[in-house]
């Protein structure tokens, strides 16, 4: 009689069992955290600055960083730093960490099995507690082998989840945090090399100056041997050389730092860049389109990291109030034990425990209330940065649109007035040579020529600069 009744008992409680897991898959779907919903944007109908009246579905920051970016060595420096970069390097290692963050939070909702076993011997003493016969031996050795069948909480109302929801969420946040570190690093690597080709052509139109200079006054110095010239004209023409001569140095220490930071940005040891085209030679795309400005807010990585983090901020509130309700848990052991360890395996040794626990809050001293008042207040700080992340990316791309158009501008008169003084200084050193004119005014039209071409190099590198802003403003560079 004994046996039937011990099978009853077994299959009453695999019944109760099974009756609490199916009323936790019942219950699983309720919630009672609040719903995602994207918060309503007013975007604006065309991205101001934008040079054409009609939005266009095109947009130059759907092209790939090596479409925008045709300079072979340019290229080759932004692949190079897509692998060393520290930064990115770093990015990718936080998104490592995010994806590993979730799979324990997710852990938590399954059951968890475990394995264990422990033998312990006793060697009790003959004047002990309990008196021990003689002939009776006084070690005793027990042995436990048991089944950690599951440990197991019930979300019932969805604390779990919400805290899966908002781990995975601040994972997608991490990786899109990586996408904007990629844009920003393939933007500071052509940033730093048009600004070295600029640095180039400012290096190659002092020395060019100098040599014309120099030349000058040793014409200058041959008239004033025959008395043609005077001191004071040599004197504004050594003037000139020794300007022109300064600059060279101070150009060749900005160049050799500007190769530094390249280095720094692709992982190596300061050292110097190859180039392979001039600054001259770099051709924009022809054509720069905006593309339409709902597109924005879902190529923009920090606009996509900031909707990341507003989800998460959303999901724990979910959490927060979770703590209001009971707490369901369930353990289950099954193994064997016995005072011999010889008999570990044999006879009724047996054992099982199944142990349902509820735990409830009644007083916290407002502790939980204080945990949802928290969290409600980080899901509105989360709600203002992302609200304030798509309006800094509206005026990033109105910013980058209004200075490529007006530098374009600009470039387009400094190349004619730099034909302009190129041709005043041919007309005013003919006109000092035959006699009719001053060496002052000489003078002035080769410093004035001097002058703008370092200008007008500085015009076509912001001209360039500003392409490289607009890409980056429009949320491009991350794509692979």
């Given at each position: 009689m004994v046996k039937p009744q011990i099978e009853m008992r077994e299959g009453h409680v695999k019944r109760r069992l099974f009756a609490?897991?199916?009323?936790?898959?019942?219950?699983?779907?309720?919630?009672?955290?609040?719903?995602?919903?994207?918060?309503p944007v007013t975007a604006p109908d065309v991205f101001r600055g934008s040079p054409t009246p009609a939005p266009d579905a095109q947009s130059i920051a759907d092209l790939k960083w090596f479409e925008v970016f045709s300079d072979e060595q340019l290229q080759e420096l932004i692949r190079t730093a897509l692998v060393q970069n520290y930064d990115l390097r770093d990015a990718i290692a936080r998104v490592d960490?995010?994806?590993?963050?979730?799979?324990?939070?997710?852990?938590?909702?399954?059951?968890?099995?475990?394995v264990?076993?422990?033998?312990?011997?006793?060697?009790?003493?003959?004047?002990?507690?309990?008196?021990?016969?003689?002939?009776?031996?006084r070690q005793r050795t027990?042995?436990?082998?048991?089944?950690?069948?599951?440990?197991?909480?019930?979300?019932?109302?969805?604390?779990?989840?919400?805290?899966?929801?908002?781990?995975?969420?601040?994972?997608?946040?991490?990786d899109w945090n990586r996408k904007a570190v990629t844009t920003t690093l393939v933007s500071d690597v052509a940033t730093a090399y048009f600004n070295l080709l600029e640095l180039d052509m400012e290096l190659a139109i002092a020395k060019d100056t100098?040599?014309?200079?120099?030349?000058?006054?040793?014409?200058?110095?041959?008239?004033?041997?025959?008395?043609?010239?005077?001191?004071?004209?040599?004197?504004?023409g050594e003037q000139l050389v020794y300007s022109a001569a300064e600059s060279i140095p101070n150009t060749e220490r900005q160049i050799e730092q500007t190769e530094n930071q390249i280095s720094l940005l692709l992982g190596s040891n300061p050292g110097p860049v190859t180039r392979?085209?001039?600054?001259?030679?770099?051709?924009?795309?022809?054509?720069?389109?905006?593309?339409?400005?709902?597109?924005?807010l879902e190529r923009r990585p920090d606009i996509q990291a900031a909707e990341q983090i507003l989800i998460a901020a959303n999901a724990n509130i979910g959490v927060a109030k979770a703590a209001y309700f009971p707490q369901i848990t369930l353990t289950g052991e099954f193994g064997y034990q016995s005072t011999a360890l010889a008999n570990l395996f044999s006879g009724s040794r047996r054992l099982w425990t199944f142990v349902p626990q509820l735990t409830y809050?009644?007083?916290?001293?407002?502790?939980?209330?204080?945990?949802?008042?928290?969290?409600?207040?980080?899901?509105?700080?989360?709600?203002?940065?992302?609200?304030?992340?798509?309006?800094?990316?509206?005026?990033?791309?109105?910013?980058a649109l209004v200075q490529y158009q007006k530098v374009r501008e600009i470039r387009a008169q400094r190349e004619l007035l730099v034909t302009s003084l190129q041709d005043r200084k041919r007309l005013a050193y003919m006109r000092y040579k035959g006699g009719v004119d001053t060496l002052l005014n000489a003078l002035d039209a080769d410093r004035d020529l001097f002058n703008a071409e370092l200008s007008l190099a500085q015009i076509r590198l912001s001209e360039l600069l500003s392409l490289v802003q607009l890409y980056k403003a429009l949320g491009g560079g991350w794509q692979q």
């Open positions: 609490a897991m199916t009323l936790m898959v019942l219950l699983s779907g309720c919630m009672v955290g609040p719903d995602y919903r994207r918060p960490a995010a994806r590993a963050n979730l799979g324990i939070t997710q852990a938590d909702q399954y059951p968890n099995f475990g264990g076993a422990d033998v312990t011997s006793v060697e009790q003493s003959r004047q002990g507690q309990f008196t021990i016969p003689s002939g009776t031996s027990f042995g436990t082998v048991f089944l950690d069948l599951f440990t197991f909480e019930i979300d019932i109302w969805g604390r779990l989840r919400c805290a899966s929801e908002s781990a995975c969420a601040q994972l997608l946040a991490t100098l040599a014309t200079r120099g030349e000058s006054l040793r014409l200058i110095k041959v008239q004033q041997q025959g008395g043609v010239a005077t001191l004071l004209d040599v004197r504004q392979s085209r001039l600054l001259t030679e770099q051709q924009p795309p022809p054509e720069v389109p905006a593309g339409l400005t709902s597109s924005l809050p009644i007083f916290d001293a407002g502790r939980i209330r204080s945990g949802v008042e928290r969290a409600e207040a980080e899901q509105r700080s989360a709600l203002a940065q992302y609200e304030k992340a798509i309006q800094t990316g509206f005026r990033d791309v109105s910013d």
